[in-house]
């Protein structure tokens, strides 16, 4: 497989128009995580009430493949209890090592492709592993 096979349709989408970007009003947690290989920072803007993240926003600036990945996120956990965003993220975070994911990814099955180029996993969990530090902190 070529690096240029996994950007498909679905990930191109979300990198050129991601969903959910920019800040919250009233945010209960900001977030951010550089990737140190590359400099590239994701931030991230949670609003939970009770255990609900009732909205989320991200920022910064990255590649397409982290841009697409924190879009695709924010889409899946807003919206969720937390306990099951944690449990989204981490399945997500198998099917890109190379493990079976125990649930249905939606739009970030389309990220799968990036388990066979180790560098870009870093990519694709920049905002998973801001989410999870997030949560973590909270
Ligand atoms: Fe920087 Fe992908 S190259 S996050």
């Known amino acids: 497989m070529n690096l240029d096979d ?43 009430d009770a255990d609900i993240i009732t909205d989320v926003r991200f920022s910064g600036k990255g590649c397409s493949i982290s841009i697409a990945s924190a879009s695709m996120l924010t889409q899946a956990i807003k919206g969720k ?32 492709g990036v388990s066979q180029f180790p560098n870009r996993v870093k990519c694709a969990t920049l905002s998973l592993n801001a989410f999870e530090k997030a949560i973590n902190d909270l």
Do not use: W
């Open 6 to 48: 996994i950007y498909s349709e679905t990930i191109m989408d979300h990198s050129q128009s991601p969903r959910n970007y920019g800040h919250l009003d009233h945010p209960t947690k900001v977030t951010g995580l550089l990737n140190p290989t590359c400099g590239d920072q994701i931030i991230l803007e949670l609003a939970i």
């Open 81 to 112: 209890k937390i306990e099951d965003a944690m449990s989204f993220s981490y399945n997500f975070r198998a099917s890109i090592t190379g493990m079976e994911a125990n649930i249905d990814l939606g739009d970030m099955e389309a990220l799968r």
